[in-house]
C-alpha cells in the first residue's frame, strides 16, 4: 500500500486510507481543486479543454511560442512561477498558442496595431543606436 500523493509505503492498519499522513491528504485535495479550477476556466474562457492546454504546450515542448522561454520561467525576483497563458483573438475568440505572462501582455496591448509596433521597434532601435555610439 502506498500513498497516492508521496507515492511512499504505509504501513496502513487501517487499507482504506489513500494518504500517509495529513500533508499529503491536503496536498492532493489543493492539487485536485486546482485542476478543477484550471478546466473550468480554461473551459469557459477559451472554450478549451485542460487537455487541449496539456497538448499545446506539449507540441511547444514547455515554452512561449514567442520568446521561448519555458513555462517555469520566473518574469521578476517574486517567487511566483507562472504558467503559459493562452493566447486568443481578442475579436474573434480564436485561440492561437501559449505564451509566457510577459509575451501575452504585449500581444494584448498591439495586438492590431502595426504603426504601434513599428513605432516600438523605432523607439527601442534608438537607444540601442546611442548606446552602441556611447561604447566608441
Known amino acids: 500500500l502506498t500513498c497516492k500523493t508521496c507515492e511512499q509505503p504505509m504501513v ?9 499522513n495529513a500533508k499529503c491528504k491536503n496536498a492532493a485535495r489543493h492539487l485536485f ?27 511547444q515542448q514547455g515554452v512561449c511560442d514567442l520568446c521561448g522561454n519555458p ?16 493566447d486568443h483573438d481578442h475579436a474573434t475568440g480564436e485561440v492561437r498558442n501559449l505564451l509566457c505572462r510577459k509575451c501575452n501582455l504585449i500581444v494584448g496591448y498591439v495586438e492590431n496595431n502595426e504603426e504601434l509596433i513599428m513605432q516600438a521597434i523605432k523607439y527601442l532601435n534608438k537607444f540601442v543606436e546611442l548606446k552602441r555610439v556611447k561604447e566608441l
Do not use: M, P
Open 12 to 20: 496502513a492498519k487501517n487499507t482504506r486510507r489513500l494518504y500517509c
Open 33 to 59: 481543486h486546482w485542476d478543477t479550477y484550471r478546466e473550468n476556466k480554461l473551459q469557459t474562457t477559451y472554450g478549451i479543454s485542460l487537455k487541449d492546454y496539456e497538448q499545446k504546450l506539449q507540441d
Open 71 to 86: 513555462e517555469d520561467f520566473k518574469i521578476s525576483s517574486s517567487a511566483r512561477v507562472y504558467s503559459l497563458c493562452v
